[in-house]
């Protein structure tokens, strides 16, 4: 028998299938992004893929870098081997996932 309270648990299955359902789409989105099909997204797929989420990357030229771009790259590829693996990349988009969800309520909308 578990004693659960129905709010925070009705909240947390919220959360976990926000979570799953988000997941298919996102490895859907690695797969459509890897155009070479080589299970790896380099940094300009990745960059592709970044922007068909909605982030506002600038064009920057061969050898110039983008603090925004590189930022994430701490996040998904530490060790700057210029790879991207589905696993990296869905850690990337559950932290996201996340921060949205604990952020929603004391953020403004950005819409
Ligand atoms: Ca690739």
Known sequence: MLTIIPGL?????L???LIRS???EDALMFKHFDKDK???LDHQEFKSC???LGYDLPVVEEGEVDPEFQAILDMVDPNRD???SLQEY???MISRETE???SRSDRPSKL
């Open 38 to 40: 080589s299970g790896m």
């Open 90 to 92: 869905m850690a990337f």
């Open 9 to 13: 648990y009705t909240v947390i299955l």
């Open 22 to 24: 988000g997941v298919s």
């Open 15 to 17: 959360n976990v299938l």
């Open 50 to 52: 970044l922007r068909a």
């Open 100 to 102: 949205n969800v604990q």
């Open 82 to 84: 210029g790879q991207v």
